[in-house]
Each structure stands twice: as C-alpha cells, then as structure tokens.
C-alpha cells in the first residue's frame, strides 16, 4: 500500500490536479524525515487535518547531505519515502533534490503549507542561505509541529537529535 503513495515528481502533480478537481484541499509539507519521530508524526497528522489531501516532499540524500552534512542522512531516501509513505494521514510522497522545495510547491499550488517548528521567518531556508518559500497561490501556512524539545527528537539509540 505505501509504495503505491510514492510518486515520481510529474505524478504527483498531476495527482493533485485530478484532487483540487474532485474539490479537495491540498496541504504540502517537506523535509528530511531522517530517523522518523514522534515529532514528525505529530506534524504530518496536524498538516493532514488542514485539508482533504495530503502531499509530502522528502529530501533526497544529496539535498539532506548538502543542509546536514557529512554522514547524513542515516537512511537512504527510498526508505525515508516509503516510511512516510506508510503513515495513514500522508495520501502522497515524492522525493525532491533540490535545496528549496519552492519549485514544487509553484507547480503543486498547494492550500496550505506546512512546516515544522524548527522553521520561522527567521529560522527558515532564508536564515540558511536558501530562497525563503514564497505564498504567490494564495496559500497560507498551516500549523507547525509540536515543538522540538527533546523528548521527541532523540535518536533512542543515543545519536545527535534530527529534525525534518
């Protein structure tokens, strides 16, 4: 069942067309997903409950190399997408290489976009050197996960926190 979610980067577009058609909402959300957490759940099921259909973009391993560095991601990102792609409140996953999501985000023209806590307008791609994502569809930003204290945010194996 999870494997049918993951959709290369022109299926998914055109899966939210055929579902902004059928008059559902679209909410988008991206990230690493590396060593999948309670935070990360929390975050998809908030961003599931902003509308009738729910995107997500993970970052490929040379895009989460490039922003995390040396030995990251921890899993490939085949295993980080179908992961996602099993959780209940996600309907699709692509995985995207680029820095920004911004480029699918204006093809997608999602209702809602959803990021985690750990990305503000000061905190965001901006802050990190990266094109901030722009609202030119008339999309808002949706709820942020719960914030990344660290109770859901440690690898329980003990290695350094991740976040998406």
Not at 9 to 23: C, F, P, V, W
Not at 95 to 118: M, N, W
């Amino acid at each position: 069942m999870s494997a049918s979610k993951i959709l290369s980067r022109d299926r998914l577009i055109e899966a939210a067309q055929r579902e902004r058609a059928a008059g559902r909402s679209l909410v988008f959300a991206n990230g690493a997903f590396d060593l999948l957490h309670v935070g990360h759940v929390r975050y998809l099921e908030a961003a599931r409950r902003e509308g009738g259909w729910l995107a997500v973009a993970v970052n490929s391993d040379r895009s989460v190399a490039r922003a995390k560095g040396p030995g990251r991601p921890v899993l490939p990102e085949a295993e980080r997408a179908e992961i996602v792609a099993a959780l209940a409140c996600v309907d699709a996953v692509t995985v995207f290489d680029e820095d920004s999501p911004t480029a699918l985000i204006d093809a997608i023209r999602p209702d809602v976009h959803a990021k985690g806590t750990d990305y503000t307008a000061d905190s965001g791609p901006r802050a990190r050197g990266r094109r901030r994502v722009r609202r030119p569809h008339g999309h808002r930003r949706g709820p942020q996960g719960p914030r990344h204290d660290g109770s859901d945010r440690a690898d329980p194996a003990g290695a350094a926190p991740v976040s998406a």
